[in-house]
């Protein structure tokens, strides 16, 4: 069913969109197929060459960008970003001649405003914290705690992103610290060490008032 230009979003006419669940303001570009049960909040866009599979839930002002695949099991939150060509898997190790059930596909969830780089591979059951950031061309076969940054093949911890995206630290961390980002954001960093492969435990708290800088 191609629904061309709606009162609910755009469609291009190329596109294939096989559910009624969309919300308003979305675009869905050339050559993207939307099967039937997907679930798109308002103002998404989706880029051209993409595969939405059935049952996937994607929340409001998420941008995915063209040529990406996200197979069922997967749920975006709110002000995702998913750069050009990425991939989210469902089965851990598929076998041609000895399929799974459906029920038996493990979830992926990326939360609120994180952003998974260009080309990066998802391995399935391996949730994105909120405001995390997936490195252009990473592989990631472990959780991303919320605003830690990782990259690489597989994906390793290199430190911790704002909200905004700026880095405000790296990863060789000793102890607790406390990063204000230029944005103005303020955050307690909580590092178990030198272990680089541990993940860092990030909280945003209050910015400093006038009366606490005296």
């Given at each position: 069913?191609?629904?061309?230009?709606?009162?609910?979003?755009?469609?291009?006419?190329?596109?294939?969109?096989?559910?009624?669940?969309?919300g308003r303001g979305t675009k869905i570009w050339n050559f993207t197929h939307i099967r039937e049960g997907a679930e798109i909040g308002?103002?998404?866009?989706?880029?051209?060459?993409?595969?939405?599979?059935?049952?996937?839930i994607i929340g409001n002002r998420?941008?995915?960008?063209?040529?990406?695949?996200?197979?069922?099991?997967?749920?975006?939150?709110?002000?995702?970003?998913?750069?050009?060509?990425?991939?989210?898997?469902?089965?851990?190790?598929?076998?041609?001649?000895?399929?799974v059930d459906e029920f038996q596909y493990l979830e992926t969830c990326v939360g609120k405003g994180a952003t998974i780089g260009a080309g990066s591979v998802i391995v399935c059951g391996n949730s994105i914290g909120k405001h995390a950031f997936v490195g252009a061309g990473s592989l990631v076969t472990k959780p991303v705690r919320p605003y830690n940054l990782v990259f690489g093949s597989p994906a390793q911890i290199q430190g911790v992103v704002c909200e905004c995206g700026n880095q405000i630290s790296d990863r060789s961390l000793a102890h607790s610290i406390?990063?204000?980002?230029?944005?103005?954001?303020?955050?307690?960093?909580?590092?178990?060490?030198?272990?680089?492969?541990?993940?860092l435990d990030v909280t945003e708290i209050e910015p400093i008032t006038i009366g606490?800088?005296?």
């Open positions: 069913m191609n629904q061309g230009q709606v009162n609910i979003g755009m469609f291009a006419a190329t596109a294939i969109v096989e559910t009624g669940n969309i308002e103002d998404c866009t989706i880029g051209n060459n993409c595969y939405i599979d059935k049952s996937v998420v941008k995915i960008q063209n040529g990406c695949n996200i197979f069922l099991g997967v749920e975006l939150c709110n002000g995702v970003f998913i750069a050009p060509n990425v991939t989210f898997t469902n089965v851990k190790r598929p076998r041609s001649q000895y399929p406390t990063r204000t980002c230029g944005c103005g954001k303020r955050y307690d960093i909580q590092s178990p060490g030198y272990n680089l492969n541990s993940p606490e800088q005296a």
